[in-house]
């Protein structure tokens, strides 16, 4: 009998962001790694994402982290607007730096998702395979097993990285309640950079939001929020219906709008998990990012929690052992995180929802207080953008959790 340890496998539903940095992590830690997308490719519709520091940090242990950092585009000043133009804030990407310790990067999401898929062995990853859980396993027995159309997969771990509907979610807590609509309706475009200069901004009106960033390529990735009805859609186009909320906004509103064209506008509604799941994991599945613990957009968060959740889920199971106890680990590491950020992000999208002019008035005027006083505008991101991860020893440089700096070889924690 041959008594060589094998090596374990691990299954990860879904690949998107989360997915695809937990396989990257698991495989530099030593398991084989299969990812299983349903769509047709990788390619992501057009979108942006924000990876503040925390999220670059996580990048850092799977030795992504510099890549990322040097795509930062914003330099300069930015802040907090009314629809008129009026600055209710300001603070510059300096201020946010020396803060936090390192730059916001703003990027396309298909440049992160290329840049994390090319860090996967060759056959690691399978479009256009959709996949069920039929079987969680058990920490110290039965393995899991996934079905595709082209058969079944057992696992030493499946990780459900499925997005906000996470079918593996259901399977693991049939009896949760699942998202809740928050009130808010979202709207998303990637386009040229407007001709003209302008200062990266959010802009805050009655009961409706706006941001424009720009992108190291020369593009802009702007956004937008309305108090809407779930399920809502324009009665022409998503481009017409950006016009009629924002257009008479101060530039360079208008004229993003007015360079978009309607297949290129991204709108969904906006959901949370109000009720937190009792456990990311059960028997020999583990749950990450939207899967996990969806949450509203306001503090630009959701992605760089699911960053997060992959790193750590690979440093709590090494190749060797039961993933019992280190997914009872991973649990009780990300559970509390996340669950404090989706609940303050909901405290924001609630002062977004506000429509009542006495109510604005007066959110505006705090958001004016606060920024007078150096600082006080980024305490929103104290406790979340200057996490850091823990360290351990992939093929990527080891981390140092004390200053998030790579350790060489023969250096001392």
Do not use: C
Request: glycine share 12%; proline share 10%; no cysteine.
């Amino acid at each position: 009998m041959d008594s060589r340890p094998t090596t374990p496998r691990a299954v990860v539903v879904g690949g998107g962001i989360g997915g695809l940095t937990a396989a990257v992590a698991l495989h530099q830690r030593g398991w084989q790694v299969t990812v299983l997308e349903r769509a047709e490719s990788l390619r992501p519709v057009g979108a942006g994402i924000g990876l503040a520091p925390n999220a670059q940090r996580a990048l850092d242990v799977i030795g992504l982290g510099d890549e990322i950092r040097a795509l930062a585009a914003w330099q300069g000043d930015g802040g907090m607007r009314t629809p008129g133009g009026r600055w209710l804030a300001r603070t510059s990407s300096t201020a946010a730096a020396e803060r936090f310790g390192g730059p916001l990067v703003l990027v396309h999401r298909a440049t992160l998702i290329d840049a994390l898929a090319a860090r996967l062995p060759a056959g690691a990853l399978r479009t256009a395979t959709p996949a069920v859980l039929t079987e969680p396993g058990t920490a110290h027995g039965r393995p899991a097993v996934v079905t595709t159309p082209d058969g079944e997969l057992e696992a030493d771990l499946v990780v459900g990285a499925d997005g906000i509907d996470s079918a593996v979610r259901r399977a693991l807590f049939p009896g949760h309640p699942g998202p809740v609509y928050t009130g808010l309706t979202t709207w998303r475009v990637v386009v040229p950079a407007p001709a003209t200069p302008f200062h990266p901004h959010e802009t805050w009106g009655r009961g409706a939001l706006w941001g424009t960033h720009p992108l190291k390529d020369g593009r802009v990735y702007a956004y937008a929020a309305a108090v809407a009805p779930a399920g809502g859609r324009a009665p022409d186009s998503e481009r017409a219906e950006l016009l009629r909320r924002f257009g008479d906004w101060h530039d360079p509103v208008p004229g993003i709008i007015s360079a978009t064209t309607p297949d290129q506008v991204l709108r969904h509604d906006v959901r949370h998990l109000a009720v937190p799941l009792p456990a990311f994991h059960r028997g020999r599945t583990a749950l990450l990012g939207d899967a996990a613990h969806p949450m509203a957009p306001n503090l630009a968060q959701g992605g760089n929690q699911a960053v997060e959740d992959g790193v750590v889920l690979a440093h709590h199971l090494p190749p060797a052992g039961e993933p019992g106890a280190g997914l009872a680990a991973y649990s009780a590491d990300r559970l509390p995180r996340t669950t404090a950020v989706v609940r303050k992000s909901a405290r924001v999208a609630r002062l977004l929802t506000l429509t009542s002019p006495p109510a604005v008035a007066l959110r505006d005027t705090l958001m004016t207080l606060a920024g007078l006083a150096p600082g006080l505008a980024l305490r929103t991101f104290d406790g979340i953008a200057d996490w850091r991860p823990p360290r351990y020893a992939p093929a990527a440089p080891a981390y140092d959790r004390r200053d998030g700096q790579a350790l060489r070889q023969g250096d001392s924690p």
